[in-house]
């Protein structure tokens, strides 16, 4: 089982460039969502989606935008890049209810970003 | 305005002895909490929750304890081992389904050090 896939694992990119965080997983899970960790933070929301074509804004959605065409990916992009958007994301899934009480997220590994 | 607070960046113990680790919380509303585990340049792995109808929860070396008069939580390992240095992080939800109420608002996390 492959879980959630990220890719890439590591970018840099240059102030204003622009660039999209690929996400994907194969647990057929309806929910979906993006997370920044910032040095000694712990993780904070971007974006979320509930389903196919259902996108909702999380605590710091600003300069990102996601999509969610099919149940599996759920891309995260980054218009007009800036150093503040140097950190490390995290997509996660989760289908609630699977796990008897809590709404359990599975994470992918991570994409280390540096905006230079 | 953090939520969900742990005041120790980091704990250091001896093998075979026990690790506390603990969590506060300010939203009364918060139902459902969850402890994740994370290594470095990995993602959260889920480890154990606990809803607030419960004060305890155990699974295997891994216990977490709930006070919801005091808005706290812990998590205690026994007998800690090498192997679970990482650092924790807790999470809080209103609610165990999707959607705004149900997302994880997580604390900074604590690195725990177990020396052998």
């Known amino acids: 089982n492959a879980g959630v896939t990220q890719t890439p694992k590591f970018r840099i990119l240059k102030i204003g460039q622009s660039m999209t965080l690929q996400c994907a997983q194969d647990m057929n899970h309806n929910y979906m969502y993006w997370y920044r960790q910032d040095p000694g933070m712990g993780l904070k929301l971007i974006y979320y989606?509930?389903?196919?074509?259902?996108?909702d804004k999380g605590e710091v959605p600003n300069g990102y935008n996601v999509s969610r065409s099919t149940t599996e990916d759920f891309p995260l992009r980054l218009e007009l890049a800036a150093p503040s958007q140097t950190s490390v994301y995290f997509c996660?899934?989760?289908?609630?209810?699977?796990?008897?009480?809590?709404?359990?997220?599975?994470f992918g590994a991570g994409s280390r970003l540096t905006v230079l | 305005d953090q939520q969900v607070k742990q005041n120790s960046p980091s704990l250091s113990v001896q093998e075979g002895r026990i690790s506390i680790l603990n969590c506060d919380y300010t939203?009364?509303?918060?139902?459902?909490f969850l402890w994740y585990k994370k290594y470095p340049a990995e993602g959260p792995t889920f480890l154990i929750s606990?809803?607030?109808?419960?004060d305890k929860n155990e699974d295997g070396r891994f216990t977490v304890f709930l006070n919801k008069s005091a808005k706290h939580l812990s998590l205690h390992i026994v007998p800690s081992q090498p192997g679970d240095s990482a650092v924790y992080f807790c999470?809080?939800?209103?609610?165990?389904?999707?959607?705004?109420?149900?997302?994880?608002?997580f604390g900074k996390g604590t690195k725990l050090s177990v020396k052998p």
């Open positions: 996660a899934s989760s289908q609630p209810g699977q796990f008897s009480g809590a709404n359990v997220l599975t």
């Open positions: 939203n009364s509303m918060f139902d459902y």
């Open positions: 999470a809080a939800s209103e609610v165990n389904y999707g959607g705004s109420q149900g997302n994880l608002i």
């Open positions: 989606s509930v389903g196919a074509g259902i996108t």
């Open positions: 606990i809803s607030s109808i419960k």
